[in-house]
């Protein structure tokens, strides 16, 4: 089916260049266009990057979208028609590139109108035909749900997809993900460049009015052979590259080619001015788990390796995160006794190093002990300090847990799991990596999460997501949305 559906689209494109020129003649006519060829690179939540296909750019309104067909399930597409008679004709299937027992369901809308479906699709099904008038639709989506659950083995393929219309071209509506200032959770979100950014297990840091994320560089793979790479922004909409400000090449030896360096984050110190990362660094298979620290004197570095160290009983230290108190207190938090127990440390007065003399339950403390907690995020609101992290499973998704406290080392309780609605089980197949208050919206919070592509690393996407506190509420709750901005919080209703 790949092969076959290779050469459709190849036709496609042809059909597409010459459905260009009939278009830009003085009266319009009715002409076909193949949706195959400038979708799917800017279609929602998807997992992998569209196969690069031969053909040519198709540019709308300025905007180039990139030939490329194959998408994964859950994804869609939303293309905005404009007058005129409309039939929309084509195909679905499941990729013969997806798991053998992968499933899905395929079904088109115009708004929230279902106006076909498919039945269930295995791999190896016959492609499923439809023939749709969507003349009274304004906008129709096409939509392919996974159906097996699980989403990192199902890909999809909308083949030989045209729209006979009449008149202007239609508008595909699904864009990048800081289209319009919007955030797209799971789209792939690219640079001020166009360049997809790679700031994975990342932290923000809030600095004279702009925004600085580092993260990892995983655009060569999982190792660490890159480094942490930084943006920054003012807006947490549009992102500008500060390139990798600690470069892999300047850590020890084992901490790079086969080692890692995982979930870096920074903070500012007020009494130094000194900006701190802090970061998990490890050998070949995870096997020294080691804190690592490296400093600069902006916020955008570039930072220098200061050492590496266990904070606390010489015990393991994995994915890890930092919290500044009010009060200027400064703290790390990690996955300690092999990823067994997490551990929240009081720093002194340089954030480089724990509180002497260390003593469980004044300057340090052990949290859900044997609970198998990873992704650690702590913040804070009126009189609650919270905390999110994921449980063990690697690459794969899984439920988060909230706990809450009154001061950040405890004691600290169990409250649940904060997401809501379906794939809350799997975190929306996302994992913990910051929390930070939305700018300008009292009591909203922007949940940072990484939606790792376990089969290639450098193709994981970023899910943000906004939720609501009521102030001294030990609960909220997170749900999917597909887009959202800023601008648009108060107006929408809190959960
Ligand atoms: C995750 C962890 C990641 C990375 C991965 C390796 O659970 O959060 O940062 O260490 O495991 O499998």
């Known amino acids: 089916m790949t092969r076959m559906r290779f050469s459709i689209t190849g036709v496609m494109c042809v059909c597409f260049a010459m459905s260009l020129r009939v278009c830009s003649a003085a009266s319009p006519k009715f002409s076909s266009l193949a949706l195959s ?25 300025g905007q180039t979208f990139a030939t490329g067909v194959a998408t994964a399930a859950s994804s869609r597409v939303t293309v905005r028609l404009y007058g005129g008679a409309h039939v929309l004709t084509g195909s679905a299937a499941i990729d013969d590139h997806a798991a053998a027992n992968a499933s899905a369901v395929f079904s088109i809308w115009s708004g929230k109108t279902r106006l076909w479906t498919s039945a269930i699709m295995h791999r190896g099904d016959v492609p499923v035909s439809f023939s749709l008038n969507v003349s009274r639709a304004h906008e129709v989506t096409l939509k392919a749900d996974r159906h097996d659950g699980n989403a990192f083995n199902c890909r999809c393929d909308w083949l030989n997809t045209t729209f006979t219309y009449h008149g202007r071209p239609p508008f595909i509506v699904d ?28 932290g923000l840091l809030y600095y004279h009015g702009t925004w600085y994320w580092v993260g990892e560089d995983k655009s060569q793979g ?11 922004s003012r807006d947490l909409v549009h992102w500008n590259d500060e ?34 990362m802090w970061m998990h660094l490890d050998a070949h298979r995870y096997a020294v788990a080691r804190a690592g620290i490296a400093t600069a004197t902006k916020p955008a570095g570039p930072y220098r390796y200061v050492t590496s160290m266990r904070p606390i009983n010489n015990s393991t230290f994995r994915d890890m995160n930092l919290f500044v108190d009010t009060d200027g207190g400064g703290y790390v ?43 650690p995020v702590i913040w804070h609101y009126g009189p609650v300090y919270y ?54 919206h009292p009591g909203w919070f ?13 193709n994981s996407r970023y899910v943000w997501l906004p ?29």
Request: aromatic fraction near 14%; charge should be neutral.
């Open 37 to 61: 060829t400038m979708h799917v690179k800017y279609g929602i939540q998807q997992w992998g990057e569209p196969h690069a296909l031969n053909g040519d750019n198709f540019v709308v309104a």
């Open 175 to 202: 864009h990048p993900a800081n289209w319009r200032n919007q955030f797209v959770p799971g789209a792939v979100w690219r640079d001020t460049n166009g360049v997809p950014f790679h700031a994975h297990g990342g």
């Open 222 to 232: 999982y190792n660490n052979t890159v480094g942490v790479h930084e943006y920054s």
């Open 243 to 276: 390139g990798v400000v600690l470069p892999a090449a300047s850590l020890p030896e084992e901490f790079r080619s086969k080692g890692v360096c995982e979930r870096p984050k920074i903070v500012y110190n007020r009494l130094s001015n000194v900006f701190l």
């Open 333 to 375: 938090i990690y996955a300690a006794e092999n990823n067994a127990t997490l551990y929240i440390v009081r720093l002194d007065s340089t954030y480089g190093a724990p509180r002497v003399p260390e003593m469980e339950g004044t300057t340090w403390a052990r949290i859900a002990a044997g609970g198998y907690h990873e992704a």
């Open 387 to 440: 905390l999110l992290a994921s449980h063990t499973s690697g690459w794969y998704p899984n439920a988060a847990s909230l706990f809450t406290a009154s001061t950040p080392l405890g004691p600290w309780t169990y409250r649940g799991n904060p997401f809501i609605g379906a794939d809350s089980e799997l975190t929306f197949y996302t994992q913990s990596t910051c929390v930070i208050p939305a700018p300008g």
């Open 446 to 458: 922007v949940y940072m999460g990484d939606r790792w592509n376990p089969q290639d690393l450098g």
């Open 467 to 495: 939720f609501h506190i009521n102030k001294g509420s030990d609960s909220f709750s997170i749900a999917w949305r597909s887009h959202w901005s800023l601008g648009g919080l108060d107006k929408q209703l809190k959960p």
